[in-house]
T-cell receptor, first 114, second 108 residues
Framework: DAGVIQSPRHEVTEMGQEVTLRCKPISGHDYLFWYRQTMMRGLELLIY????????DSGMPEDRFSAKMPNASFSTLKIQPSEPRDSAVYFC????????????FGSGTRLTVV | QKEVEQDPGPLSVPEGAIVSLNCTYSNSAFQYFMWYRQYSRKGPELLMYTYSSGNKEDGRFTAQVDKSSKYISLFIRDSQPSDSATYLCAMDTDKLIFGTGTRLQVFP
C-alpha cells in the first residue's frame, strides 16, 4: 500500500486566494482526519470523517475553512480566502474503525500564504 | 488548560544515555495512549501504543501509563543519534489528541 497520499507537498499562494489541499486515504480505512501543525500550537485536529460523513468539525478555525469527502478514496480541505496566519503544515491521516491506534499520516502539505 | 500537556524541550543528550519523555492529560476518558516520532519535514509515525494502564516494551523503548495520575512516559535506552526527532504523545477516544511534542537531539 502506498500509504496516505497528500498533494501538493508545497503550496505558496497570495493572501486572498483559494487553496485546495487533497488527500487519498489508505484503502479500507473508514476514518479520515485533517490536522494542522504549527510551531506555536503543535498538531491540532481540524475535522474528521467516518464513512465519508463529517463527525466533528469543532477544530475548523472559521468559515473560511471547509472540508469534503465525496467518496471513500478522496478528501479535500479548502481555504477561501487564505490569510498569512493559515501558513502551516496540513496533515491528513486515516485509520480503520476497528483499530483505535492504527493512524497513518501522510507526508503533509506545507502551505505558505504571503 | 490543554487536554494534553508535554514539555517542548529541546532535550539534548549524549549517545548511550537513557531518555525520559513525559506527558500529562486531563481527560479520564482516554483509553489508548500512543507515542509518535516525527522527523523533520515528515509526517508523524507511530512508535508505540498502550491500552489503559501498564507498561509496554519494544526493543530500546518502554512506554508507561499511569491512569491514576494521568501521566504517561516513554523511555529510550541506549539512545542513538538516529533517535534525534520530535516525540509526540497522543491519546485517543474517537479522535487523536496530541501533545505539542518534545524535540530530542542525541549527539555522538
Amino acid at each position: 500500500d502506498a500509504g496516505v497520499i497528500q498533494s501538493p507537498r508545497h503550496e505558496v499562494t497570495e493572501m486572498g486566494q483559494e487553496v485546495t489541499l487533497r488527500c487519498k486515504p489508505i484503502s479500507g480505512h473508514d476514518y479520515l482526519f485533517w490536522y494542522r501543525q504549527t510551531m506555536m500550537r503543535g498538531l491540532e485536529l481540524l475535522i474528521y470523517f467516518n464513512n465519508n460523513v463529517p463527525i466533528d468539525d469543532s477544530g475548523m478555525p472559521e468559515d473560511r475553512f471547509s472540508a469534503k469527502m465525496p467518496n471513500a478514496s478522496f478528501s479535500t480541505l479548502k481555504i477561501q480566502p487564505s490569510e498569512p496566519r493559515d501558513s502551516a503544515v496540513y496533515f491528513c491521516a486515516s485509520r480503520w474503525g476497528g483499530d483505535n491506534y492504527g493512524y497513518t499520516f501522510g507526508s503533509g502539505t506545507r502551505l505558505t500564504v504571503v | 488548560q490543554k487536554e494534553v500537556e508535554q514539555d517542548p524541550g529541546p532535550l539534548s543528550v549524549p549517545e548511550g544515555a537513557i531518555v525520559s519523555l513525559n506527558c500529562t492529560y486531563s481527560n479520564s476518558a482516554f483509553q489508548y495512549f500512543m507515542w509518535y516520532r516525527q522527523y523533520s519535514r515528515k509526517g508523524p509515525e507511530l512508535l508505540m501504543y498502550t491500552y489503559s494502564s501498564g507498561n509496554k516494551e519494544d526493543g530500546r523503548f518502554t512506554a508507561q501509563v499511569d491512569k491514576s495520575s494521568k501521566y504517561i512516559s516513554l523511555f529510550i535506552r541506549d539512545s542513538q543519534p538516529s533517535d534525534s526527532a520530535t516525540y509526540l504523545c497522543a491519546m485517543d477516544t474517537d479522535k487523536l489528541i496530541f501533545g505539542t511534542g518534545t524535540r530530542l537531539q542525541v549527539f555522538p
